[in-house]
């Protein structure tokens, strides 16, 4: 792949890691935040994976393997779905939109060519066709539609799709939390080959452009998971709150389904997604797995004796935030106690956290099972 064309703009500093491929700043990751959050500026996410699907049976084929229903989605309606295991663990995440022939994925640049292989081995007799676009289209983002037009001018060329507008904020599912923060995110698939001039607008002044730091925080600072960062080999949606967006309840018959309705009506989650304000003074910011600990203080211990640490947990991601300072997001198990206080092992130094329950730790099944009365004993 290409450099992209926006870290030829001034002030850009390339990002690595999950982001690598694109700017991570312009020189001040703050103000970039505030101007994202706005909607006067647009982020460079042409390090995503774009995968398509084609032919008349693509719908309703999708939406036999997704969490989402899919066999009714509207041209131009966007939704977002998981791939499951049998187990119900997350394997696959993607941002779908379709534009009345083509079904468009989104999907982190590295899991992109698995994706589209996975869906390429279950094709069977179908009439689809599956290909990996990511050498051909690339994404742009931004809090609002109008930050995007005015990097893509009004030259259709420049939109290959429908634009993706997150349903994070407009959940149809259900939601572990009781209220989530505000989140606006709209995704535009452009052509990688005309990328270049959308950096030419962010060079002309016509709108300003942030980096992945930016994006990052607010998104952190959203309780928004992401698959690159939050998911790991045992993640289950209900852990990240992740049914509200991306799960549809009211399907079955694909793979997963059973552990998604065990766990949401009989169950608990067995870990749970927490936001963490971190303290700031020893300017540490914690980085993707380290250590989430909790002390534990015996009812009578000895005189001199430390409290007991217990590892509850990891970091999955983390950002300076404009306004809440140092925040990250972490995966911990679901019995620590909401109010208890945690310390993030980082660099050798202890950060204390306080946080703050995305999934409550309190979150039970749905289904009230009644008690059935016991029985006496037979005289």
Known sequence: MAASPFLGLAGAVAADGVDEGVPAHYGNPLVEQRRLEAGDAVVDLSNRGVVTVTGPDRLSWLHSMASQALDRLAPGEGVETLLLDANGRIEHAAHVVDDGETTWLVAEGSEASGLAAFLDRMRFMLRVEVADRSADFGVLAAATADALDRATGSDASLSAAPDWVDPWADPRGHRYAAEHPDWRWVERIVPLDRLGEAARAVASGRVHAAGSLAAEALRIAAWRPR???????????????????????????????????????????????VLLHLDGSDTVLPVAGEPVVALKVRPEPEPGAEPERRTVGAITSSAMHHELGPIALAVIKRAVPAG????????????AAGQQEVVPADAGPEVDIPRLPRLGVRH
């Open 227 to 273: 698959f690159a960062t939050e998911v790991d080999e045992r993640s289950i949606p209900h852990e990240l709150d992740w049914l509200q967006s991306a799960v549809d309840l009211g399907k079955g018959c694909y793979r997963g389904q059973e552990t998604v309705a065990k766990v949401l009506n009989l169950g608990r989650p067995p870990r749970r997604l």
């Open 340 to 351: 208890i206080p945690l310390i993030v092992e980082s660099h050798g130094i202890d950060v």
